[in-house]
């Protein structure tokens, strides 16, 4: 019963329209991912944009999980079927190499030889007759099934990936400790099977650098993390493109940053607010946000890029009710604003905040592993060319007769030099 049903099966998940199909697939699964906002990558406003464009298309974003398309039931599902039919190539690949590894040639083989000839020669000595069949490159033959396994193990790496991953991320400004919990992130992205992010141990920024172009544009951005309190521990410095290895999982640094308003609302009769508002690039030249504070207030923040690129020193601040405005100033960390009714604004600071990225890959050695399979099988096949030779001689009526052939796998034509100095070798003339 099992044999008649893995039959179809195998033959189903074997053939090219099916191995075609689920490449198909995974490519247009692929592009999706590629040009919509993912969560866990893009910013929230994108994801928030690729869910205004009314009910139809937010209910296809749902069914298909357009916003997480590499954690989706439908690729998941296409992974697992191009794992089988990987699965299956491969074996069979390598059963062959193990049977074909050691069989040499027949003689019949080499009748179609790209280079073949058949000359006569005086005997040399008393020689009978002999067939010298000769190997080279056999490695070559080990190179397909590498290759494949190189991919099979990719594939399988991208599956546990999906399943047993997770991603994190949280912004934090300088002076800002990082708890060593789940809760400290802002957002998590576990896969179906895989555990919430989290630190080994809490992480002080102790500061942050940013170097910029004259345009704006971020040329670098280097920060420094440290456990926290006295001598808690090494500095580990941490750049855009770099990460932090984990116990479990990494730490990398995006390229999102931007100054910190660190506000403080007081007021008579009422106890002091404090907030961190994150400044955004919201213009070429500046960064801003809103702010909330108590009785309905809002303090819309903007603090100007210097013209050098670095940090800003001053904020500019409009505290609003409504439509009315309250207030305005300039303030630099330390000072403050009066507001109406004996109330007030102080800025007590301008750091730089980052967002932090946390990534727990279970399956990154296997898919490096499939890498270096996968290249060392495309080197197998490309730089090594399997080629057999024949020299075989008989002797008749006084005479030698010589038969000596070359067969290469690929690129018979370059092995013309070769074909010619074993015939030589042998006597003959090419």
């Given at each position: 019963m099992t044999r008649t049903i893995w039959a179809p099966l195998r033959k189903f998940l074997r053939s090219p329209a099916t191995i075609v199909g689920e490449l198909g697939l995974i490519t247009i699964l692929g592009g999706l991912g590629a040009a919509l906002p993912q969560a866990g990558v893009a910013p929230q406003a994108e994801l928030d944009r690729l869910r205004s464009h009314g009910a139809f298309l937010t209910g296809l974003v749902d069914v298909l999980s357009l916003d997480h398309v590499f954690t989706s039931p439908a690729f998941l599902g296409v992974l697992a079927l191009a794992f089988l039919s990987l699965s299956i190539v491969v074996l069979e690949q390598w059963r062959r190499l193990r049977s074909q590894w050691s069989l040499a040639p027949s003689e019949a083989a080499f009748r179609n030889a790209p280079h073949r000839i058949v000359f006569t020669r005086a005997p040399e000595g008393p020689e009978g007759d002999s067939v010298d069949i000769r190997t080279t490159g056999r490695l070559a033959q080990a190179g397909s099934p590498l290759f494949h396994t190189g991919l099979l193990c990719v594939v399988l790496a991208g599956v546990l990936r999906a399943l047993f991953g997770a991603g994190a991320l949280v912004d934090v400004y300088e002076g800002e400790v990082l708890p060593a919990g789940v809760e400290a992130w802002g957002a998590?992205?576990?896969?179906?099977?895989?555990?919430?992010?989290?630190?080994?141990?809490?992480?002080?920024?102790?500061?942050?650098?940013?170097?910029?172009?004259?345009?704006?544009?971020?040329?670098?951005?280097?920060?420094?993390?440290?456990?926290?309190?006295?001598?808690?521990?090494?500095?580990?410095?941490?750049?855009?493109?770099?990460?932090?290895?984990?116990?479990?999982?990494?730490?990398?640094?995006?390229?999102?940053?931007?100054?910190?308003?660190?506000?403080?609302?007081?007021?008579?009769?009422?106890?002091?607010?404090?907030?961190?508002?994150?400044?955004?690039?919201?213009?070429?030249?500046?960064?801003?946000?809103?702010?909330?504070?108590?009785?309905?207030?809002?303090?819309?923040?903007?603090?100007?890029?210097?013209?050098?690129?670095?940090?800003?020193?001053?904020?500019?601040?409009?505290?609003?009710?409504?439509?009315?405005?309250?207030?305005?100033?300039?303030?630099?960390?330390?000072?403050?604003?009066?507001?109406?009714?004996?109330?007030?604004?102080?800025?007590?600071g301008l750091p730089t905040w980052v967002r932090l990225h946390g990534a727990y890959d279970p399956a990154l050695p296997l898919a490096y592993l499939g890498f270096a399979l996968a290249i060392l099988g495309a080197t197998l096949i490309f730089a090594i060319v399997r080629v057999d030779e024949l020299v075989a001689t008989r002797t008749e009526n006084g005479a030698c007769r010589v038969e000596v052939a070359l067969r290469p796998a690929r690129f018979a034509p370059l092995y013309r030099d070769r074909f010619e100095r074993l015939v030589r070798h042998h006597g003959g003339t090419p």
């Open positions: 998590q992205w576990p896969g179906p099977l895989g555990r919430p992010f989290q630190l080994d141990e809490p992480l002080l920024l102790q500061a942050v650098e940013t170097r910029a172009y004259p345009s704006g544009a971020l040329l670098d951005l280097r920060l420094k993390l440290a456990p926290p309190g006295p001598g808690g521990g090494p500095v580990r410095e941490l750049g855009v493109n770099e990460d932090l290895p984990l116990r479990r999982g990494r730490l990398y640094v995006g390229s999102e940053h931007g100054p910190t308003a660190l506000l403080e609302w007081s007021g008579p009769g009422t106890p002091a607010q404090r907030s961190a508002l994150l400044l955004e690039r919201k213009e070429k030249e500046a960064f801003g946000a809103y702010g909330h504070g108590p009785s309905g207030l809002v303090a819309r923040v903007r603090a100007p890029r210097p013209g050098d690129g670095s940090r800003p020193g001053l904020a500019e601040v409009r505290v609003l009710q409504g439509d009315r405005v309250l207030g305005e100033a300039a303030l630099r960390p330390g000072e403050a604003m009066a507001l109406p009714d004996g109330a007030s604004l102080a800025l007590h």
